[in-house]
């Protein structure tokens, strides 16, 4: 299972590398989404896959008994996505603010404050 994770990590980055190199801002944005859930998912490979119970402490003893998962790349991880999910609606409302004002989503195109290049 962790090896099919694997592969499916190394898809999820050669994917997001190829829509950050676009010069359409809008790839680039879901290219850097493909990225975090990549990072999410490596993070959450990196705790090792255990098909073990949830991590709950019975009364009077001092730790879980028999083979529980861990909860701290789980927790981690769903951190991240919270995160994750706030940077993408922020990128989305300044690539919309930045389509309104510019006309366009090539970054090639948004260099408004640069003189043009000599022909």
């Not at 769903?78 to 919309?96: D, N, S």
């Amino acid at each position: 299972m962790e090896q099919l994770l694997a592969i499916s990590i190394g898809v999820l980055v050669a994917g997001s590398v190829y829509l950050m190199l676009a010069r359409d801002l809008l790839r680039f944005l879901f290219g850097l989404i493909l990225m975090s859930n990549a990072a999410n998912l490596t993070i959450f490979v990196a705790g090792r896959l255990t098909p073990g119970a949830p991590p709950l402490v019975p009364d009077g003893v001092d730790a879980p008994v028999g083979l529980v998962a861990n909860a701290l790349p789980q927790a981690l991880v769903l951190t991240a996505i919270v995160i994750g999910f706030g940077l993408f609606a922020f990128a989305l409302v300044l690539t919309l603010r930045a389509y309104q004002s510019l006309g366009t989503l090539e970054t090639s195109d948004m260099r408004i404050a640069e003189p043009d290049e000599p022909k």
